[in-house]
Each structure stands twice: as C-alpha cells, then as structure tokens.
C-alpha cells in the first residue's frame, strides 16, 4: 500500500490534486487506515499513471473518470502514433544492469538496446552510443548521484531508473524532468512504455533543424535606424520583429522546465519562434534587396 506522498512521487501527479480528483471525479478510492490516512492500492497507482501520461497527450480528467484499466491503456495506445509523430524511429538504449531482466521484451517499439553493462559505475559508454538510459537496479540501493553523474557525462541524457526501494534524499535528487522512476518489481511493458513517453518527450529526440541566423544584432539595429528614402519604414518595422522573434527564440531556449510537458511545450515555442523568425528573416531580405539597402 502507498501513501498519498508515495503515490504524488511515483506518478508525478500532485497530491492536492490526487485530493481533488477523488472528491470530484472518484479517479480512485484509497483506503484509510486508522488515524485516517490514505493508503492507495498497486492497482490505483497503476490506473493514476495511465491516467497521468494521458493527460500530457492532451485528453480530459473528466473523460478517463470512468475508464478501467483496460480501456485506459487503448487510449494509450490510440495516442501512440501521435506520440512517435515527428521522432526518429529507434529510439537506442544504454541498459545499465542485470542483462536477464527487461532486456529481451525492451527491444521493440521503436527501441534497440545498443549497449548492455551490469552496473552503472562500470558503464564507459561515449556520448553518441545512446539516446536514453535505463538503470535497472533491482533490489540494489539506489545512488541518485551516481545516477545523475552518469547522465550528466554522456550529455544529459534522460534516464529511467527501476528499483525497488528510493530514500527521501535520492528521491529529491532524482525529481529531474528527464528522470522517469518505475518501480520494481516491474513488467516490461511498464518499463518499455517509460522509455517510450520519456522518449517522446525529451526535447533531444526532435529532427527539427533550428532555422540558423541570417541577420546580426548590429545588422538589425543598422536596419531599425535606417532613413529610406521612399515613405517606407517596412525595414524598420521587419528589423524590430526579427529582433523581437530571436529574443524570444534564445529565452524560450534557457526557459526553465519543470516537468516533461514543460519541456515540450518549450521546445514547440523555441522551434515554432524559429521558423517564424526564419520567415520574416526572408521578408526582410526581400525589402532591403528592393530598398536597395545594405544591412
């Protein structure tokens, strides 16, 4: 049985709102123990999981209220190709423990294992060899630093960990928008669905090209002081959008991410804010060739 500070971390859905859904929509219903505190079932934290990766796919709290889970998982499903929409299609994963475990069922949907090690410390792995890590620790103790430390050399990496037990500092350490925690004992559908939504999330996994700068900060000031000749201030006013779009295309960039759909949303902004600048970059261009005015 889990308490409602367990249920919050595992499934990353908040504890008041856990509150609210259960008064409102009776999501699920935990049992109490006897000073009154609520104790959720394995089934409910799985059914609030699916629940969760649902919501980041754009679906209403109050159109899942009554769906088992059976029928959450085909919306999951339904969701999938819209998930993968846009991302590479193999998604190469560097699995960190036992090889027995997780590993044959893992190399599907989209994902190919390409490189095995038994434990973390022993993983001398370059950083183009993977674009995710699993840690599969079993009943081994958790070290968050470890972990991080291990992320963090191969690029930043997301990273699923699957293990049993989390201590309170780890789970601190670990509470990081590319970090998916499982618990274990664990299917591998559950782990192979982890890699499959951090995949699609992660912001690294996204082909776009950012459109590269065609103009200078020097260049754009120049244009917005420009005098024409003609009653025309269209250089100006382009020079003052371009400048306008790329400041926010570095901001949306540096922007700080809270959660998995944090990030994506930021990444639509910066890469959207891009392909807008890139336009008007080329307006641009085509009135300065017209003006006659070099930038």
Known sequence: MYSTAAVAKITGIPAETLRTWERRHAIVQPGRTAGGQRRYSEQDVQRLKRIARLLERGERISSLASLDLAELDARLQAHAPAASEGRPTVARVAFVGPADR??????????RVTVTVRAEHDADLAPSEADLLVVDLGEAAVCGAEILELSTRLGDLP????????????????????????????????VRQAVVDLWSAHPAASTATTPARHYTEAQLLRLME?????????????????????????????????????????QTLHQGTADARAVMERMLAVVCEHEGIEP
């Open 102 to 111: 997780h590993l044959d069922g893992l190399s599907a949907d989209g994902i």
């Open 159 to 190: 990273v699923v960990v699957v293990c049993s037990f989390l201590p309170r500092s780890d789970r601190g350490l670990l509470d990081r928008p590319h970090v998916r925690i499982v618990r274990s004992p664990a299917t591998v559908s559950e």
């Open 226 to 266: 420009t005098r024409p000749e003609l009653d025309c201030e269209c250089p100006k006013h382009l020079a003052r959008l371009v400048a306008s779009l790329a400041a926010f295309e570095a901001y949306s960039e540096r922007c700080v991410d809270l959660s998995p759909a944090d990030a994506r949303v930021h």
